[in-house]
């Protein structure tokens, strides 16, 4: 491929990962406002912890908005890698801050017996989530492999983390909605913490081994 043409190619891919960000930004920005709103109408925790994941997407996907523009196509290779470890930090970060704030308000809904209003509103949030979330988050890992971004490729995973709570809190709701199971709710939002956890090791892993 002649130098110019892959340039050209390399530019494009650049400005496509800035856009799925953006989108990333502006889709969170909605679902958390709705998410949050129906949550706390209903007494949801796996809803609540769901529009906080969505807050806390938005800040994974500003971090790669920055990286983009930190360092474009015709960056050098250090700027590059300075971008990306700062991004994979934060991205890292948001794993855990995720995983703490949905581990706290499980196991307090637990203890306390909390059982969700029905929430329809929520439940229909959740299942466009699962639609677009996948899509999404294959996006940005297909355009995270093609220009070498580790960063992307975490930013990626984090959404499919987020298509993997929109599963969740369907069963989660869907099962209260049914069933009248009350612990449904919460139990759904403790079966996100063993992928938050793991992934946000991994993540702060591969940051660290930028350093080197």
């Known amino acids: 491929m002649p130098e110019s043409t892959a340039d050209e190619s390399r530019q494009q ?29 209903a007494g949801s925790t796996a809803l609540i912890a769901f ?12 971090a790669l908005v920055r990286r983009f523009r930190e360092a474009g196509p015709n960056a050098t290779e250090e700027e590059h890698d300075d971008a990306e470890r700062r991004a994979l930090g934060i991205v890292g970060a ?27 509103v929520g439940l229909a949030l959740a299942l466009v989530s699962v639609v677009v979330m996948p899509l999404l988050a294959r996006a940005k890992q297909t355009t995270g492999r093609a220009l070498g971004s580790k960063a992307l490729l975490a930013d990626g995973a984090e959404t499919w983390v987020c298509a993997y709570l929109s599963l969740a809190l369907v069963l989660g ?8 199971w ?31």
């Open 94 to 120: 948001t794993f855990f801050l995720l995983a703490a704030y949905v581990a706290i308000e499980s196991v307090l809904g637990l203890a306390r017996h909390e059982a969700p209003e029905r929430s329809p």
């Open 182 to 212: 009350w612990w449904a709710d919460d139990a759904a939002a403790l079966a996100m913490l063993p992928v938050l956890v793991w992934q946000g090791w991994e993540t702060l892993e591969e940051a660290r081994e930028g350093e080197d």
């Open 173 to 180: 709701i869907g099962l209260h909605m049914l069933f009248g």
């Open 51 to 62: 529009g906080a994941d969505s807050a806390i997407e938005v800040i994974s996907a500003l």
């Open 13 to 41: 891919l650049f400005r496509h990962g800035l856009r799925l960000e953006i989108f990333s930004v502006a889709w969170d920005l909605i679902e958390g406002g709705v998410a949050l709103t129906a949550g706390i109408v």
